[in-house]
């Protein structure tokens, strides 16, 4: 999104809700921090970006369940909005 590089979520003893944001300029990588709503713990999701904002959807959470739901990024306030859920869950 613009100048800088997200990576949200993964595994790594357990499901991971980690932000981390890397700055294309100056190639440094900075865990941001949570702030307001927030994704729950997730891998295997989808990410893209559209219109300037970061959106990850779906994945698998916790218990190994599936997640039906959406959220985008506003890069400029690092906060979190949960959007309108997709038809099914997904993973993969």
């Known amino acids: 999104v613009g100048q800088t590089v997200y990576a949200f ?3 790594c003893h357990g ?3 980690t932000l981390y944001a890397m700055s294309i300029e100056t190639k440094e990588w900075r865990e ?5 709503d927030w994704p729950p713990p997730r891998m295997a999701h989808v990410a893209f970006s559209l219109g300037g904002r970061l959106y ?3 994945g698998s959470g916790s218990g190994s369940s599936m997640l ?3 959220w ?3 890069p400029q306030t ?4 949960q959007g309108v859920a997709p038809p099914v ?3 993969g």
């Open 68 to 70: 039906q739901d959406m």
């Open 32 to 36: 941001v921090e949570q702030n307001g």
């Open 78 to 81: 690092e906060t979190w909005t």
């Open 56 to 58: 990850i959807a779906g």
């Open 15 to 17: 499901f991971l809700d």
């Open 9 to 11: 979520g993964g595994y």
């Open 89 to 91: 869950a997904f993973a």
């Open 72 to 74: 985008s990024l506003d």
